[in-house]
């Protein structure tokens, strides 16, 4: 087999036969043959292909609906895919819906960048789709409890598990909370290229509301409508798990109410589809632990505070001129819309 890194075209011939090897020596199978290979949209920080792939020769012989996810070319964080692939497969066991994960490859001989494979789950990711489409009725209906059941399902998971080290944890820096706000304030510092005095105001805010020190828990990191795929019956399965970490449980609760990620409906702030209370009450339920709401508040507005730093970030890529993005350009404009729900909850809160 050649040893050098291979480019990042998928479908090059050489590069799939590359694959199918590997696949069939970790599987066990005399032969992996790999079919309707196509690149997936998405995945704006992983690269995301769908594929099917038939084992001959081995006692799995079958056929596998799969996606590969895999770093793009030019990562350094080539063992990440391997601590995301343990930590959706602990997630798997507790009975967190996910897809079933199968194999992990950190080897950057194989395609270049680590990557792992899991099953194909049918369904639909567009939050647009979810809140505007008549056919998802129910599922709107039904989400808001579905999440806060599988939120609680995810934080029963034990922190110390064996599979889940090498997670970042502030959570043994004492206060979570407030290692979150220090490094958004720290990097908000760092990388905004004019003044924001909006954020600023709000970093002192948050600061004089840092909730105490409490349960230490497994958190998915980016819990939010975007990153569930559903049906019309509600949430099949939680996607996108790179940013997962030890730390407090109510850090996904707020970033699931954050308000860029209700897509135009401010009337219902979990998601657009449904109340805090709700949210609160059937999570209180499923978990054992009730949520104090101005708790869930510190992180919904810290939450409004790192979407303002991620429209700054973008935007000092274009001006930095590493990525000359009239795309990246325009996010930075809304930095004004994530100050404007700070504001408006500073105003409402005091």
Known sequence: MNSSVPASDLTDPALCERLAAWI?????AREARITDLRRLAGGSSREIWALRVALVGSAQSRDYDLVLRRDPPGRADEGSRDLEFRVVRRAQRAGVPVPAVHWCCTDPTVLGTSFYLMDRVEG??????????ERYRKAR??????????AAAIHRIDPDDPELAGLPDASREGSPARVELEQATEALRALAPEPHPVLELAARWLSRRLPPP????????????????FDESGAR???????????DPVEDLGWLCTRAWRFGNDSLPVGGIGSREELLETYAKASGQPVDPQHLL????????????VFIRQAWVYLSGRLPSLELASLGRRTVEAEDELLRLMEEEG
């Open 237 to 247: 399965a939680i996607l996108d798990w790179e940013l997962c970490k030890i730390g």
């Open 214 to 229: 409490g349960r230490r828990a497994l958190v998915h990191g980016d819990f939010r409508v975007g990153n569930v795929l």
């Open 298 to 309: 510190f992180w919904e507005a810290l939450g409004s505070f790192k979407v303002a730093l």
């Open 24 to 28: 069939a020596g970790v599987a066990g």
């Open 141 to 150: 209906e039904a989400m808001t409890g579905q999440l806060a059941e599988i």
């Open 124 to 133: 639909e990711a567009l939050p647009r789709r979810l809140l505007r489409d």
